[in-house]
């Protein structure tokens, strides 16, 4: 069983940065991945950011390549996701999550565990 707990989300102005913190627990394999998802007002649930647990390849939806950056410290357990230039469309909540058995895919119907999320919110 793996608990994720999110963190660090909060208001910022538009063009600014932010940084949310998913502290895992449990045991995390080589074949798991890991990754942010995002959910706005009315809007479906999103893939943002993952990484794969071995050798560490991440992978970007193409609405926040070059501005968002995924990394982890298995020292401390944590997956970070670092957020620049924000725009108010990025106003959502960001929740992290894991697949125990990566089929390739970035659905969050396949992830098997989920945190409560975090806030983020982008004014203009």
């Known amino acids: 069983q793996v608990q994720l707990v999110e963190s660090g989300g909060g208001v910022v102005q538009a063009g600014g940065s932010l940084r949310s913190s998913c502290a895992y627990s449990?045991?995390?394999?080589?074949?798991?991945?890991m990754g942010w998802f995002r959910q706005a007002p009315g809007k479906e649930r999103e893939f943002v950011v993952g990484?794969?647990?071995?050798?560490?390849?991440?992978y970007y939806a193409d609405s926040v390549k070059g501005r968002f950056t995924i990394s982890r410290d298995i020292a401390k357990n944590t997956v970070y996701l670092q957020m620049n230039s924000l725009k108010p469309e990025d106003t959502a909540v960001y929740s992290c999550?894991?697949?125990?058995?990566?089929?390739?895919?970035?659905?969050?119907?396949?992830?098997?565990?989920w945190g409560k999320g975090t806030l983020v919110t982008v004014s203009s």
């Open positions: 449990g045991r995390i394999c080589s074949g798991y991945v």
């Open positions: 999550a894991a697949d125990r058995f990566w089929l390739g895919t970035w659905s969050s119907s396949g992830m098997d565990y």
């Open positions: 990484i794969r647990w071995s050798g560490g390849s991440t």
